[in-house]
């Protein structure tokens, strides 16, 4: 059996007094599955993708990613557990606008320690396999949504991360830049990588994922594997 | 470049605003400081510094040519407890004439010097050089000859072939050893014949802070040389208490600018910092996400403040070194000492202390950013809490105003952190203008009580000067008919209100040794600048008001009688008033008519005239003196119209450092609102999509900061009222001198009122900019910029 390269273990976060919004939830996912974690709105999917991502703790349980232990990182310890395993994709991209965008792609690999040159090669890589390259230095203000969005999965990408992260890749993005990540998130699967992505969008759900994860009210009320070479579900 | 450097360097270049505002901020605010603390230091014990810089002497002797020798005086150096000796000069005394205009000057005692410098009494030379040879002359800086005596000739026309010496410096003696300095060949020039030259002993002992100390240093001297040959002796503890005299009475307002220069200066910088880097959290956010640690951040965000910080701060070092040439010249002028320029330590203490407070504010700034739930972070300005504001919103809904301002006016509530930080902004900037504008005030009326020239017109009766010091207020000997005449054409001349004379005379007081100043006025004199520290001002004769010395020397309170003694005569007077005066000697302000009986011819040293309202100043003195040409008197103007030099100075050093920390607080509004409008870009898109034009954004944005700046108005105001009223009453406590409700009391309500809307002011000119950048935005752009 495959060691899961993210386990959680009754993981419950709550947020003041209100009900928490993640309750008790155990589920682990093996190393190059694509995960859609779907539900409507307060349902706890982004609180998961949080604390997978170490930007949050959980009230009670354990999250373990790659063998680490995020939920008892200091926050130094959790910015290089970021920087070094995870990649992640926001809804509203999240470049830094006084930054051009390769340099925006090259700042976690600088942050892991990567030289400037190796850096530098590896963000032009990304962003031309994207197809954003001509945009490398232009400051993110003046590009499109979609071409944002590839830019943030460029940066994602930088380290070579065991897991990207992606919450509402497609949320801030019309229909034709939609496709582009959801093409995108495909052949980066297909190349091996481990993805969890947060969306309401099903049809994205259908064309990424190989395994849902419903969430209501922080709670996980189906997880559905597709069999995708025997066109199955389990 | 590490990953950090690029963040600095991004966040330095394209943050364009927010670095030149720290920038900026920290270079007035280091200009204000180097000045403040230039001012504070010049005016810490000044008399003290100089003696110890110029090595004044201890004890200045003056000895008769015709008792004692050059060498014998020589000798005296080998008296035990004299630690240093200089001299002997020659001396002689003599009256100039200022050839130019053939006008007798001050008399003065010229001393034979042939260099400025010595072991004792350097001289410091304010203008010019030093005499080369004969025929030259060097007039101390206290000597009255005008402000620019340089190519003056002087003629002694009292000589035998009337010898003259172009005056080629000036120069300060701290002890003021000389009125004039020459070359030592020409005192035998300067010398009448048959009269003896007299020779100028400068010493400098052990022991010599005290009065007895000195006095006995002296008889040690006198040993040696003979008692018969000693003429005459200054000790330094009396030119001390004269100097000290003068300049207490300015000194704590000079202490309070620049101290207000520098609290002012951290207060603003820090918040300029502290706003700066708070309001950069969402892109805290972003970088923990991708995996800057908590300790780099801080160390990003202090280098992003310290770069701009450090520029400003290299400016403000030289602006401020550049700006004090001339203040510290003029503080010169009023304490009568000679500085150098700002002292090293003084910069060296400003930019530590302006580095010190940047990296801590942006520490503690962005340490507190760090440490937010990264989550957190990156929702900031995207998503504001919830529920916060909602209640101003709806309640500024009601109010009957255009929309657009009352979304403004409700918006300090739903960020109120941001609004605090702007809110000191704006009551640091206006409890400044406050508290200096109270000062300044305070210092005009110091300056009015001092000179009790609240008069428009003045009348002097007084003979020409006579000596370096002349004696005050001798009065020309005034003829019954000549005081009529006088009176006669005051009350004739068109314009006139009202008009006192004053006459002074000595008179004892029983139960104390020595004598009090008399002022015995004619008329009603409570209009004439006699501020009053307790108690009232005379009102019929038998009553008395006096100055705080007065009370304390004869153990006495207001209400109590006191006896003058006058010619033997005993004449109680009730004391009804405590005068404020800054000299504070012996002084009793009475009715000329207390004295009848005693001094029945007491002679009018001046007439004293208040004019009706409207009248002009210029035209009366031309129509008055046209009136008194026969009676050979001159009217002019009063001062009440007018400032001294000193005045001058200090209310453009305070309008200077009002400006420079009034612009600092602008600036730090401006900063906030224009982080404040980039992190609402897409609010303001919805905003304009929905149909708002850029006029009712320009209006909302400026609608924003009124709340602010109203609050922060009122609250600085009150904050500069406060500080003044204890700051002022405290630092003349401090000099000795107590201030009287009229000089301490100066705010009233319309200029309170005033005072209190440069809050809304400073904070809507520095949204301005900012809300005309929010209203050129184009809704396309707005509405998908992050």
Known sequence: MTTPVIELRNVTRRYDDGPPALHDTTLSIAPGEAVAILGPSGSGKSTLLNLIAGLDRPSSGTVTVDGVRVDRLNEAGSARYRRDTIGMVFQFFNLLDDLTVVDNVVLPARLSGTASGAAHRRAHQLLDALGVARHAAAYPGRLSGGERQRVAVARALINKPTLLLADEPTGALDTASGDDVKRLLNELHADGQTIVLVTHDLTLAESCATRTIRLVDGRVVADVTRDVAAGRTR | ?786
């Open chain 2, 1 to 786: 470049m590490s990953a950090t450097g690029r963040v600095v360097r991004s966040g330095v270049a394209r943050r364009r605003v927010q670095t030149v505002v720290i920038g900026l901020a920290t270079m007035i605010a280091v200009t204000a400081s180097v000045l403040g603390g230039s001012l504070v230091v010049a005016s810490s014990a000044p008399f003290d510094r100089a003696f110890a810089a110029q090595h004044g002497a201890h004890l200045t002797a003056q000895f008769d040519g015709a008792e004692t020798t050059a060498e014998r005086l020589s000798a005296t150096a080998r008296v035990a407890g004299v630690t240093a000796v200089a001299g002997p000069f020659s001396t002689v005394s003599g009256t100039p004439r200022d050839a130019a205009v053939d006008r007798e000057l001050a008399p003065m005692t010229l001393v034979g010097r042939t260099a400025s410098s010595g072991t004792i009494d350097e001289l410091l030379l304010s203008q010019g050089r030093w005499v080369t040879g004969p025929g030259q002359i060097v007039v101390s800086a206290d000597y009255p000859i005008g402000p620019s005596p340089l190519g003056t000739v002087l003629r002694f026309a009292d000589l035998p072939g009337q010898p003259a010496l172009t005056v080629v410096g000036v120069a300060r003696s701290v002890t003021r050893t000389a009125d004039a300095w020459v070359s030592p060949s020409d005192v035998a020039a300067l010398t009448a014949p048959g009269a003896t030259r007299g020779y100028q002993m400068l010493y400098r002992f052990a022991d010599a802070s005290t009065a007895a100390q000195l006095d006995r240093g002296r008889a040690a001297v006198t040993a040696v040389v003979g008692t018969e040959a000693l003429a005459g002796t200054q000790s330094w503890l009396t030119v001390k208490e004269a100097d000290e005299r003068t300049t207490a009475l300015f000194l704590p307002f000079l202490v309070a600018f620049g101290a207000l220069g520098m609290v002012m200066s951290v207060l603003v910088v820090g918040n300029v910092v502290a706003g700066a880097v708070g309001t950069a959290t969402r892109r805290i956010g972003i970088l923990k996400a991708i995996g800057f640690t908590p300790a780099q951040v801080v160390r990003a965000y202090v280098a992003q403040a310290l770069i701009p910080a450090a520029v400003g701060i290299a400016g403000g070092v030289v602006a401020g070194n550049l700006l004090a040439i001339p203040v510290l010249a003029d503080a010169d002028q009023l304490y009568d000492t000679s500085t150098a320029g700002v002292a090293w330590w003084v910069d060296a203490v400003v930019v530590g202390g302006a580095f010190g407070m940047v990296t801590l504010t942006a520490w503690a700034a962005s340490l507190r950013a760090g440490r937010l739930r990264t989550v957190d972070a990156i929702a900031v300005g995207r998503t504001p809490r919830p529920g916060r504001g909602r209640s101003a919103a709806r309640l500024t809904a009601r109010l009957p105003l255009p929309r657009p301002m009352t979304l403004g006016l409700a918006r300090p509530f739903a960020r109120p952190a941001r609004a605090a930080a702007m809110l000191a902004a704006v009551v640091f900037g206006t409890a400044t203008v406050t508290f200096a504008v109270g000062v300044a005030s305070s210092l005009n009326r110091v300056q009015i009580a001092k000179d009790h020239a609240a008069a428009d017109v003045v009348i002097e009766t007084l003979g020409p000067p006579r000596g370096p010091n002349p004696v005050p207020d001798v009065p020309r000997p005034l003829s019954a008919d000549e005081t009529t005449r006088i009176t006669s054409a005051i009350t004739a001349s068109p314009g006139t209100e009202k008009y006192y004379s004053v006459a002074t005379t000595e008179v004892a007081v029983a139960g104390t040794a020595g004598s009090a100043r008399l002022y015995a006025f004619t008329g009603d004199a409570s209009w004439g600048g006699y501020e009053m520290v307790s108690g009232r001002w005379i009102t019929k004769p038998g009553e008395a008001a006096v100055a705080t010395n007065f009370l304390t020397a004869t153990r006495t309170r207001i209400g109590d009688t006191v006896v003058l003694a006058d010619h033997g005569k005993a004449v109680p007077v009730r004391i009804v008033g405590e005068v404020f005066h800054p000299t504070n000697d012996m002084l009793v302000f009475t009715d000329a008519a207390t004295f009848a009986a005693t001094k029945p011819t007491l002679i009018a040293a001046s007439f004293h005239i208040r004019l009706a309202g409207g009248a002009d100043v210029t035209g009366y003195v031309t129509a008055l003196n046209d009136a008194l040409t026969p009676s050979g008197f001159t009217a002019q103007p009063g001062q009440s119209g007018g400032s001294s030099e000193t005045i001058v100075l200090l209310n453009a050093l305070a309008a200077l450092l009002t400006l420079m920390l009034v612009a600092v607080a602008g600036m730090g509004v401006l900063n906030m609102v224009v982080l404040d409008t980039r992190e609402r870009v897409g609010e303001l898109g919805i905003h304009k999509a929905l149909g708002m034009t850029p006029r009712q954004t320009v209006a909302m944005v400026v609608a924003s900061v009124v709340v602010t700046g109203l609050a922060g108005g009122a609250v600085g105001a009150v904050a500069g009222v406060a500080m003044h009223r204890v700051v002022v009453p405290a630092m003349g406590h401090g000099a000795g001198i107590t201030l009287p409700p009229a000089i301490t009391d100066v705010y009233q309500p319309a200029g309170l009122l005033l005072l209190g809307l440069g809050g809304p002011l400073i904070a809507v000119v520095g949204a301005l900019l900012p809300a005309g950048w929010a209203a050129r935005t184009r809704t396309a752009v707005a509405l998908r910029t992050e």
